[in-house]
C-alpha cells in the first residue's frame, strides 16, 4: 500500500482525498485542515480565493504552493465563456495547467451543465489544459469527456454541499468500470462512511469540501476522512467475501467432536 500511487495528468499523488479550501473560519483552520487531512492537492476557486494580492490574506502565505498541489477551479461559473476566462486567467497568474473544470447549470440544485463542459472540455484539452471535470453521473456524459481528453472523471455523489452522500451507486460503478482515466467523486459526500463507500466501490478518490468546513470540528474531521479514504482504499485493495443469501458457519463443519 506504501507504492499505490495515483496520477492525475503529470501529477503522482500519495493521497487520494483532494480537499477544498472554500468554507473555512480563516486561512489559518483551512491550513490546519489539509495538513491534518494528510492530502496532496487541494481545489482553489479562482474567483473566490485570494491567491495573488499581498495586501490582503493571501491563501498562499498559509499552504506553500511548492509542497502541495493547488488546483484551480471554476466554481461559480455558469457559462463556457465564464470558465474559459477564468482558467486562461490561472494559467497566466500561476502557470497552473492542471485544473478542475465546473460549469453549473442550476443555482438551485448546482448540478452542472454537461452541454456547456463538454464544450469546454474540448477546447481547454485543444489549449493544452489537463482538465478534471466535474460532472453529472451519467455514464454516457463521462464517457464522451473522456473521448474529449479528460484527465480525470468527477462524477458528483449528490448535489454540492447537500451531505447527503453516494445516491446513485450504480451509475457510479458503470463510470469506475468503463473509464480508464482516474474517477474521482466529487459533490455530496457528507460523512468519512461516505467516503469510505466510494473507495470500496473502486473510486481512485474523493473530493471533500464542505464535510470537513462546515462540520463542528474540521480538523478531527479531517483527520477521520484521512482514515476514512485509507480504510476504504485498503479494502477495494484486499477484495471483499462473497455475498451469500444463507449463513455460513466460521468455523470447519468436519471433524466435530
Known sequence: ???????????????????????????????KAVKESGADMVTVAVRRINILDKKKPIL??????????YLPNTAGCYSSEEALRTLRLAREMGG????????????????PNMIE????????????????VYCTDDPLFARKLEDFGASAIMPLASPIGSGLGLQNKVNISIIIKQSKVPVIVDAGIGTPSDATIAMEMGCDGVLINS?????????????????AVIAGRQSFCAGRMKTNLFGIPSSPSKGLI
Open 1 to 31: 500500500m506504501k507504492k499505490d500511487f495515483f496520477r492525475i495528468g503529470n501529477s503522482k499523488l500519495k493521497s487520494r482525498l483532494i480537499v477544498g479550501t472554500g468554507k473555512y473560519k480563516n486561512f489559518q483552520e483551512t491550513s
Open 117 to 132: 463542459t463538454l464544450k469546454s472540455t474540448k477546447i481547454l484539452v485543444k489549449e493544452g489544459f489537463k482538465v478534471m
Open 60 to 69: 498562499t502565505d498559509y499552504l506553500n504552493p511548492k509542497k502541495i498541489i
Open 96 to 111: 497552473w495547467k492542471l485544473v478542475k473544470l465546473e460549469v453549473l447549470g442550476d443555482k438551485k440544485t448546482l448540478f
Open 211 to 227: 464535510a470537513i468546513a462546515m462540520s463542528k470540528k474540521p480538523i478531527l474531521m479531517a483527520k477521520a476522512f484521512k482514515n
